[in-house]
């Protein structure tokens, strides 16, 4: 079925950077949005990025922007988010999701597939 | 930035029972971009309701979304122990998402 699996978390010092992946399957790729969201542990969820279908146009949460970086490869079905300058308040869990379907033309927006997550600490 | 606050922040019911979770935003929201998800312990979250009322694949009829410009709830019947979980509502507004910070449902 529909699938996605994040991959790249790990443990990286303050100021550090970090790749997470995602790796999409049994859909086309090209006709979604995809948003990466994250979980801090214990709390609730907040939403990180997304990246337009073609990857023309990103948008990010007030809280990584100027940090991180999301991109994608259509070709691989591949989702990426570059962090940088990482920051203890960035440990969590980061989720990547299925996000608005231009092929369709919906006027709905939200998220309908979701990965397991992969986790990231930040810590000295 | 619209802010959305849950209501209850813990629900307690025994099973069979019903239950309404509330959603309020700090401004309208379109009906078309308010969703809720399900999150069990350790798992990635689930899509119950999208455009504010409609259910998502899978997602049984005891499940059911209603309300519109500030206010949206969502309503369970029939309460199963596997019910429980936190719900997150959502929205989607000026390119960007917002996240209730959640209602925990035990099932007593």
Not at chain 1, 62 to 85: A, E, I, P
Not at chain 2, 20 to 26: E, G, K, Q, Y
Not at chain 2, 33 to 59: D, E, F, V
């Amino acid at each position: 079925q529909v699938q996605l699996v994040e991959s790249g978390g790990g443990l990286v010092k303050p100021g550090g950077s970090l790749r997470l992946s995602c790796a999409a399957s049994r859909f086309t790729f090209s006709d979604y949005y995809m948003s990466w969201i994250r979980q801090a542990p214990g709390k609730g969820l907040e939403w990180v990025s997304f990246i337009s279908s073609s990857g023309g146009y990103t948008n990010y949460a007030d809280s990584v922007k100027g940090r991180f970086t999301v991109s994608r490869d259509n070709t691989n079905n591949l989702l990426y988010l570059q962090m940088n300058s990482l920051r203890a308040e960035d440990t969590a869990v980061y989720y990547c999701a299925r996000d608005y379907d231009v092929l369709t033309g919906s006027i709905y927006y939200y998220m309908d597939v979701w990965g397991r997550g992969t986790t990231v600490t930040v810590s000295s | 930035e619209i802010v959305l606050t849950q209501s209850p922040g813990t629900l307690s019911l025994s099973p069979g029972e019903g239950a309404t979770l509330s959603c309020r935003a700090s401004q309208s929201v379109s009906t078309r971009y308010l969703a809720w998800y399900q999150q069990q312990p350790g798992q990635a979250p689930r899509l119950l309701i999208y455009g504010a009322s409609r259910r998502a694949t899978g997602i049984p009829d005891r499940f059911s979304g209603s309300g519109s410009g500030t206010d949206f709830s969502l309503t369970i019947n029939r309460l199963e122990p596997e019910d429980s979980a936190v719900y997150y509502c959502q929205q989607y507004g000026g390119s960007s998402y917002t996240f209730g910070q959640g209602t925990k449902l035990e099932i007593k």
